[in-house]
């Protein structure tokens, strides 16, 4: 081979390693095959787990829905948030307080309207165990006097509504999420469960918001927002 065939063969040689360096270099930077590219993948909400972590007296104080944060109409009430609460909030009138009790906090919210005026009671309670909150959940329930009311979806791990069976048409929800029970007692509400279930609801999310390290933002206008918008 002569010389200038000898140097010919090096130039092809140098071109053809530049050109696959080239094209290895680019499909290390392309995308795969067929994937979209500058897609934005939706926020997913990790919050709705069962509550298990133990809160602090300040967190489950936030958790605690404000009044603008309950439904439209509602003002708080003269112990609104009265923190930190006492055993036998988590106990039926009159009875010890319930085994494996923690700390509990309380929500109170007088409505104010042109014809009507009644109020919102809500109570929180963590307990040290799943076993302890489902005991006391269990014996929680007033059922004296009540009758189901029907609302569609749980709220928490397991819930019930309960209608007054007097003229008031007073309304009870319970639920219960791991460690925490919540109740919410709606007064004049006419036997209808629906601002009962927001209040326990955005009570639960929030306290989830908590527990995952996030601030407590949820509210019962907007979980009806929400439900609404899945077909309730």
Known sequence: MTRSHLALTATLLTCLTLSACSADK????????G???GTVQPFKDDTDKPLTRQLTTGELTQAIPDAE???PGYYPGSLHKNMP???DDCALSDAPAPAGWQRAGNGDYDYRGSTVSRGIDLDVCQFDTAAHAKAAYDRWQDKEET???????RVGEESVFLAHTGSSGTVYGYSRSGTVVARVQVEDAGGDPTDAHDVLAA????LQQVQAGRRATATAPEIAAAEEARGR
Do not use: F, H, L
């Open 147 to 153: 009758a189901p009311a029907a609302v569609r979806g």
């Open 203 to 206: 009570t639960i999310k929030r």
């Open 69 to 71: 944060d309950v439904v």
């Open 85 to 87: 609460g006492e055993p």
């Open 26 to 33: 680019s499909s290390q930077g392309a995308p795969p095959s």
């Open 35 to 37: 994937g979209a590219t």
